[in-house]
């Protein structure tokens, strides 16, 4: 597979990231061999070889990052290859890509909603659940580029609390290892799937004063272009695997705050 410059500089910082995890004190997840745990990310491949991701995601006018808190993985993955079928796949790699390609996984399915909702949404014409077809939602998600990014890229469990979320997102070699990542992939929607991420973010891009409010919709911050900065949206979300959450509660979770600022008359399209 041929390197695009954003994976060239994405896994130039992820070295540094494995280097400064190896002399953690957090005494990071290892495999059997003794090595680091970690989840590459970036922009997810296209199972169509002839998309060019990265130059898709340059001409996009829409750039959305997910941004997610920790892999339950056992073992050093990939999760740009997640749709992507490669020579090395071992049967059950096989299995679970086709499974995510069919958005046959609740947390691929959810993601894939919410990034054609917000990536087929304009002022004045806001997707709505009731109108989503499968066929259309896995199209634009096996086709468009998207960003999707691990806060915490050690391997994890199958769950992690909010207090080692935040040590892991203001860990002093950490914390700028993860800014640069957002910086070079350079979104301008960003999909905070937990409070603390959503304040991460604000606070990256400025804080509360870089951004304008919709009017009783606290998970949206919203930045018009100005004097050279340019446009800019973050969501705060639920998490696409959260427990006790059904699709629409999640889609809506979103998309309730994005139609509102759509409608509203600081409205503006990317």
Request: proline share 3%; hydrophobic share 35%; net charge positive.
């Amino acid at each position: 597979m041929v390197m695009g410059k954003y994976d060239e500089k994405l896994n130039l910082l992820f070295e540094k990231w494995i280097k400064a995890s190896e002399k953690s004190e957090n005494d990071e997840k290892r495999d059997a061999s003794n090595q680091i745990i970690f989840t590459y990310d970036g922009l997810m491949y296209k199972p169509d070889s002839s998309i060019d991701v990265e130059e898709d995601w340059e001409k996009e006018k829409i750039r959305v990052m997910f941004l997610l808190k920790d892999q339950p993985s056992n073992d050093t993955n990939d999760a740009r290859t997640w749709l992507k079928d490669l020579p090395e796949d071992k049967e059950h790699n096989k299995k679970q890509k086709d499974k995510n390609r069919n958005l046959h996984s609740r947390f691929i399915r959810n993601v894939a909603n919410l990034f054609y909702g917000i990536y087929r949404s304009r002022v004045g014409n806001v997707v709505s659940f009731d109108s989503l077809n499968h066929e259309e939602v896995k199209s634009t998600f096996l086709t468009k580029p998207f960003a999707f990014v691990e806060c915490k890229k050690h391997g994890g469990t199958t769950s992690i609390s909010n207090a080692k979320l935040k040590y892991y997102l203001n860990h002093k070699d950490y914390k700028p290892l993860l800014e640069e990542e957002i910086r070079i992939l350079n979104p301008n929607v960003i999909v905070c799937t937990n409070k603390h991420i959503y304040s991460f973010v604000i606070n990256l891009f400025g804080g509360e004063k870089a951004f304008l409010k919709v009017p009783g919709k606290n998970s949206i911050r919203v930045r018009p272009e100005k004097e050279g900065v340019s446009k800019m949206i973050i969501f705060c979300s639920y998490h696409p695997s959260a427990i006790g959450k059904d699709y629409i509660t999640i889609f809506e979770g979103v998309m309730d705050h994005y139609r509102a600022f759509l409608h509203s008359d600081i409205a503006f399209d990317l």
